[in-house]
């Protein structure tokens, strides 16, 4: 894929740009290198005063970051913006708790026979992060502001679809005071990822993206004994039970499945509904899902905007195709308009079978499968019935179930009677073939850091 800005909406090439050279990519691993080696001693409250001048500058420019983002990928202009200021959040969350996160935690010496023993979390050094394109900021924030704010330096690979965005990031930490060196962005196509992750200089590495990308990633890192964190795909189930408040879970589910124009691994995708309430919540939640405006995303009028890609909006259509083909009623939707862009309608499909491509694959657009159930232990099994483990929706007023769901839905997140997001004051991430490693919270500043054992000897008498 050529690195350039090309307007979902539009389908038109804005800006090309050209791919590092090699000497570029060994200019920026060295200055990584040399920024890492002074940038690790620096203290919490510098790095924090840098962090949080990153937050306003977010804050203050929120207006035409949201635009570039929009022109970049789609998503609407309101989204983009809801974006912008997560992520300003994320820099002053991190500035403000990083030095907590990262304290020394004292050890029971006298059961080891030291004066003094402890834990201490020190930085690794430069990180790899493979970021892709659905939230352009913030996939790429919620490891930068935790990253730096422990001492590392990081190194963005970004989607090549959103140059401007990457470009952005590495000009954000410029601005706000960060060192030379301590994050930049590299231009440079997929097959560029497996020379920099071996060079030595390269410690570990973050990747947010498909399923094939983490094998090979993970495979890399692997022969080379790095560390790797990995957020991968999702087949989130959202799973009603009789109880549920239905005109509020259709309601949620609709924002869910069409979160970010439906191309959100946390979105929800497999609706499972019991039996005796499944009719009701099928006409509520296909009202939602086609009383949805489809359209402009620069506009306030719009709810869902295009498709990231031509091949994004081609891959929804084959699914959904595919489908049909075998058996699947379509509800709402269904069809891509005639027009320039890539936009797909939000489109909503029952009779699901096992022979079906989105029983088994996600579909990364807005498009939602419709199951029915007897029980809850149906429910739980189909919610199950997947290789992801990303999030889990269950809507029940019943405390039994939700104990049951909690305790038996495999997956990194469960979410109860709410949709499934990601906060900083939360660890995010999966099970199963959705990954592993956790982002956010403390979990996630600590992924990059050395958790160093001290043992201090008794005197000498």
Same mark, same amino acid.
């Not at 690794?124 to 924030?141: C, E, Y």
């Given at each position: 894929?050529?690195?350039?800005?090309?307007?979902?909406?539009?389908?038109?090439?804005?800006?090309?740009?050209?791919?590092?050279?090699?000497?570029?990519?060994?200019?920026?691993?060295?200055?990584?290198?040399?920024?890492?080696?002074?940038?690790?001693?620096?203290?919490?409250?510098?790095?924090?005063?840098?962090?949080?001048?990153?937050?306003?500058?977010?804050?203050?420019?929120?207006?035409?970051?949201?635009?570039?983002?929009?022109?970049?990928?789609?998503?609407?202009?309101?989204?983009?913006?809801?974006?912008?200021?997560?992520?300003?959040?994320?820099?002053?969350?991190?500035?403000?708790?990083?030095?907590?996160?990262?304290?020394?935690?004292?050890?029971?010496?006298?059961?080891?026979?030291?004066? $003094?023993?402890?834990?201490?979390?020190?930085?690794?050094?430069?990180?790899?992060?493979?970021?892709?394109?659905?939230?352009?900021?913030?996939?790429?924030?919620?490891?930068?502001?935790?990253?730096?704010?422990?001492?590392?330096?990081?190194?963005?690979?970004?989607?090549?679809?959103?140059?401007?965005?990457?470009?952005?990031?590495?000009?954000?930490?410029?601005?706000?005071?960060?060192?030379?060196?301590?994050?930049?962005?590299?231009?440079?196509?997929?097959? $560029?990822?497996?020379?920099?992750?071996?060079?030595? $200089?390269?410690?570990?590495?973050?990747?947010?993206?498909?399923?094939?990308?983490?094998?090979?990633?993970?495979?890399?890192?692997?022969?080379?004994?790095?560390?790797?964190?990995?957020?991968?795909?999702?087949?989130?189930?959202?799973?009603?039970?009789?109880?549920?408040?239905?005109?509020?879970?259709?309601?949620?589910?609709?924002?869910?499945?069409?979160?970010?124009?439906?191309?959100?691994?946390?979105?929800?995708?497999?609706?499972?509904?019991?039996?005796?309430?499944?009719d009701e919540f099928e006409r509520l939640f296909t009202e939602q899902m086609s009383g949805k405006t489809v359209g402009d995303p620069m506009l306030d009028s719009t709810d869902i905007g295009p498709l990231a890609?031509?091949?994004?909006?081609?891959?929804?259509?084959?699914?959904?195709?595919?489908?049909?083909?075998?058996?699947?009623?379509?509800?709402?939707?269904?069809?891509?308009?005639?027009?320039?862009?890539?936009?797909?309608?939000?489109?909503?499909?029952?009779?699901?079978?096992?022979?079906?491509?989105?029983?088994?694959?996600?579909?990364?657009?807005?498009?939602?499968?419709?199951?029915?159930?007897?029980?809850?232990?149906?429910?739980?099994?189909?919610?199950?019935?997947?290789?992801?483990?990303?999030?889990?929706n269950a809507w029940t007023n019943d405390e039994q179930e939700r104990e049951r769901f909690i305790r038996d839905l495999a997956a990194g997140m469960v979410f109860v009677n709410g949709n499934v997001t990601s906060?900083?004051?939360?660890?995010?991430?999966?099970?199963?073939?959705?990954?592993f490693g956790r982002e956010l919270f403390y979990q996630g500043i600590r992924e990059f850091c050395n958790i160093k054992t001290v043992w201090v000897g008794k005197p000498s008498s």
């Amino acid at each position: 894929m050529a690195i350039a800005t090309i307007n979902p909406a539009t389908g038109e090439t804005l800006k090309t740009f050209e791919e590092m050279s090699e000497a570029e990519v060994e200019r920026c691993l060295a200055a990584a290198t040399a920024a890492h080696a002074s940038y690790r001693l620096t203290g919490f409250g510098e790095r924090a005063q840098w962090m949080r001048r990153a937050g306003d500058i977010l804050d203050g420019e929120q207006e035409q970051i949201a635009a570039m983002m929009t022109t970049e990928m789609g998503k609407t202009l309101a989204a983009a913006k809801q974006e912008v200021a997560k992520c300003a959040t994320a820099c002053r969350y991190y500035a403000d708790h990083a030095e907590e996160f990262l304290a020394d935690e004292p050890a029971d010496a006298g059961a080891v026979g030291a004066a $003094r023993a402890y834990v201490t979390y020190q930085p690794l050094g430069p990180v790899l992060a493979i970021m892709p394109w659905n939230f352009p900021l913030w996939q790429a924030m919620r490891f930068a502001a935790p990253a730096l704010m422990a001492g590392n330096v990081g190194l963005l690979k970004h989607a090549s679809n959103v140059p401007q965005t990457a470009l952005f990031m590495q000009d954000l930490f410029a601005r706000a005071g960060f060192p030379p060196g301590t994050f930049q962005t590299l231009l440079v196509g997929s097959k $560029r990822v497996e020379p920099i992750l071996r060079d030595d $200089r390269v410690v570990a590495a973050t990747l947010t993206g498909s399923t094939p990308a983490g094998q090979s990633v993970a495979s890399i890192a692997g022969s080379e004994i790095k560390k790797v964190v990995l957020e991968l795909g999702g087949s989130d189930p959202f799973i009603v039970m009789p109880s549920a408040d239905l005109p509020k879970a259709a309601q949620v589910a609709a924002f869910a499945r069409l979160l970010n124009n439906g191309q959100s691994c946390i979105a929800a995708k497999r609706f499972i509904v019991h039996d005796a309430v499944y009719d009701e919540f099928e006409r509520l939640f296909t009202e939602q899902m086609s009383g949805k405006t489809v359209g402009d995303p620069m506009l306030d009028s719009t709810d869902i905007g295009p498709l990231a890609t031509e091949q994004q909006r081609d891959d929804v259509e084959q699914l959904v195709a595919d489908a049909v083909a075998n058996g699947a009623k379509v509800l709402c939707g269904g069809a891509a308009p005639e027009g320039p862009g890539f936009y797909y309608p939000p489109t909503v499909l029952t009779g699901i079978t096992e022979e079906m491509r989105v029983h088994r694959e996600e579909v990364f657009g807005p498009v939602a499968t419709l199951y029915r159930v007897s029980d809850i232990e149906a429910a739980i099994e189909l919610g199950n019935l997947t290789e992801f483990g990303l999030g889990a929706n269950a809507w029940t007023n019943d405390e039994q179930e939700r104990e049951r769901f909690i305790r038996d839905l495999a997956a990194g997140m469960v979410f109860v009677n709410g949709n499934v997001t990601s906060y900083s004051q939360l660890p995010f991430g999966g099970v199963k073939r959705s990954g592993f490693g956790r982002e956010l919270f403390y979990q996630g500043i600590r992924e990059f850091c050395n958790i160093k054992t001290v043992w201090v000897g008794k005197p000498s008498s």
